[in-house]
Structure formats: C-alpha cells, structure tokens
C-alpha cells in the first residue's frame, strides 16, 4: 500500500489551500484518514480526522478554518485549509488505517508535503 500527498506549497497568511492524499494498493478498506502536521522540531501534531463513516473531528488549532473530507470509492481524503496562519507552516502528513485482504488494520503514512504561509 502506497500513500501519497499533494497540494502543498507557498501561500500569504489569509489564503486558502488544498491538500489532497491517495492511497493505492491491494486495499480491503480504510476505517481512519488523518492529517498531521509537524513545524520544526520533534513534535507531530494532530490536525483532523475522518472515520469510514464521515464523523470527523479536528485540533482546536484549526477548528472552523480547516475542513477534512473523503471519497471512499477512490480511497482520498482532502483538507481544504482556508484563513491560513504563519502558525500553520509545518509539514503535512497523511495517515491512513488500511485494511488489505491479508494482514489485520495497520498504519500507513504518506511522505509530506511542505505548507508554508508567508508574506
């Protein structure tokens, strides 16, 4: 199973912003998609989730500005990122619980992709 971001890049504070993640593979289903996020430092930081069954849920940090969404048929979930901060800088990180037909629900992450809110 592969998992892959796209959509980051250079954006002023205010701007909006979309990321976009697929996962590809022998996939059964995916219970769990889940975007993180990692400024400078050792630290990843929850950003928002979404279950199999559309509940989401989001960090404080991005509540009413950030908006996490999925596509089932095509194992995809976004972030559409609006009111961006210079707060909001960091690497993105996709996570994905992925069921395949032979092993048990496991962890899956994508590579990153850079958001960076600047003048």
């Known amino acids: 199973v592969q998992v892959v971001e796209s959509g980051g890049g250079l954006v002023r504070p205010g701007g909006s912003l979309r990321l976009s993640c697929a996962a590809s593979?022998?996939?059964?289903?995916?219970?769990?998609m889940a975007w993180y996020r990692q400024a400078p430092g050792p630290q990843r930081e929850f950003v928002a989730n979404?279950?199999?069954?559309?509940?989401?849920k989001y960090a404080d940090t991005v509540n009413g500005r950030f908006a996490i969404s999925r596509d089932n048929a095509k194992n995809t979930v976004s972030l559409q990122m609006n009111s961006l901060r210079r707060e909001d800088t960091a690497v993105y990180y996709c996570?994905?619980?992925?069921?395949?037909?032979?092993?048990?629900?496991?962890?899956?992450w994508g590579q990153g992709t850079q958001v960076t809110v600047a003048s």
């Open positions: 996570y994905m619980l992925v069921e395949t037909p032979t092993i048990a629900p496991r962890d899956f």
């Open positions: 593979g022998d996939i059964s289903s995916i219970l769990t």
């Open positions: 979404i279950t199999s069954r559309g509940r989401t």
